[in-house]
């Protein structure tokens, strides 16, 4: 399957069709749903997944991470 | 699943239909606030429930009987007016604010309209074992049967909305894998804080408003004409979703609550982080592209999520705070 990346404005990236997310520190996460919310606002507890952070700190300056998908 | 414990003469009637070979109508006069009424909102739950999983004392036909229709029709006449009129002030103020093709800015505004009961605040930082117990009772009402419910809607959608309701379900149901099933997840964490993970098996201990958050998802579903509330309500869900868990693992930790509680609620952290914005932008966004006319009901939708929610929820937090419970004991002995 292709891999697909979709911005959501002021919100995460959805990412369908990856099997792993390299993070900003090199490490690779396994993708183990069928779409993922990649975070990019930087403030996520769970990096590099959305764990919805982004509508708390909306007033800071979004601080994209480095983001890297590998086709599966 | 028996039919549960009727809460006064209506429900009593009702249920006396159900079991009967050939129910008869049984005229529902709304004489009370009908979202909060026992005897009302336990007769609904009760005849919507023929539609999922039914009752082992009902013949599944009823479904299906005119008689049994009839009387739920007039109760949800009573419910649906209640509901448009509960959140129309936040769906009007919502429509005004914001541009009309930006219905993801539209469900934030509505959702932040309702207040926050601090349920998930108080879970995470103040409620006892047993808090966190009644806490899963009241949800487990739901979680039984999770995103069932919004289920309904998919031969009623066709297109961008339908194959992102089709991805978001997919994921709810497990993505495959019958041990990921959330509704099994969800029993699984009723076992490990020591609950009975039985379907239904609590139906009988929540009042009224945990009973109208599930009500109003089945009014929304089984009504092709509400299908843009139902997604309304799935987005406003999702929304409302990811950062509560974080807390409620938080509190299920301080407890030292078994991990099959945490792991229920941290799975939700993540998943519906992915599921609120398909369900705003792929689903909600384009329905109302294909159907502008359902954009109020999108919003309706998602403010009976939001503000049945903070009701269930404030009636909860009230009660741990005056050291009560917001269960049902009292009622049950007096209808026994």
């Keep these: ?72 | 699943m028996q039919l549960p414990r009727p809460r006064g003469p209506f429900s009593a009637q009702v249920f006396a239909s159900m079991v009967s070979p050939d129910p008869a109508h049984v005229a529902y006069d709304a004489h009370a606030d009908v979202l909060s009424d026992e005897d009302a909102q336990i007769a609904l739950w009760a005849l919507y429930e023929l539609s999922y999983r039914g009752f082992d004392d009902v013949d599944a036909r009823h479904e299906w009987s005119p008689g049994l229709l009839a009387t739920r029709a007039q109760l949800e006449a009573a419910f649906e007016q209640a509901l448009r009129e509960l959140t129309e002030p936040a769906v009007g103020r919502a429509l005004d604010a914001d541009r009309p093709d930006r219905v993801p800015a539209q469900i934030a505004a509505v959702i932040d309209d309702a207040e926050d009961a601090g349920l998930a605040r108080f879970l995470q930082r103040e409620a006892t074992e047993e808090q966190y117990r009644e806490f899963l009772v009241h949800r487990s009402i739901y979680h039984l049967k999770e995103s069932d419910p919004h289920a309904f809607a998919i031969p009623r959608l066709d297109g961008a909305p339908k194959v992102a309701l089709a991805e978001l379900q997919y994921d709810e149901f497990g993505g495959g894998r019958v041990d990921r099933l959330h509704s099994t997840l969800f029993a699984r964490a009723l076992e490990g804080a020591g609950l009975d993970p039985t379907y239904g098996a609590h139906i009988d201990a929540v009042p009224a408003a945990t009973l109208a958050v599930n009500n109003a998802m089945s009014l929304f579903a089984l009504h092709r004409r509400l299908r843009g509330a139902l997604m309304g309500h799935l987005a406003a869900f999702e929304s409302t979703s990811s950062l509560p868990c974080r807390r409620y693992v938080g509190g299920a930790e301080r407890l030292g609550f078994d991990a099959r509680v945490t792991a229920y609620f941290d799975e939700h952290v993540e998943a519906d982080a992915v599921h609120e914005q398909v369900a705003c932008r792929s689903i909600c966004q384009r329905l109302v592209e294909q159907h502008p006319e359902l954009q109020r009901d999108v919003l309706l939708g998602a403010g009976v999520c939001v503000q049945l929610d903070a009701r269930a929820g404030a009636l909860m937090v009230d009660a741990w705070r005056a050291g009560d419970s917001a269960l049902l004991d009292t009622l049950q002995q007096e209808v026994a």
């Design chain 1, 1 to 72: 399957m292709s891999c697909q990346v979709e911005i959501c404005p002021d919100g995460p990236a959805l990412v369908r069709g990856a099997d792993e997310v390299i993070d900003a520190a090199g490490r690779a996460h396994a993708t183990t749903r069928p779409v993922v919310a990649v975070c990019l606002c930087g403030r996520s507890q769970r990096a590099p997944w959305c764990d919805g952070t982004h509508k708390v700190v909306t007033a800071a300056a979004p601080r994209p991470s480095v983001v890297e998908a590998r086709d599966s």
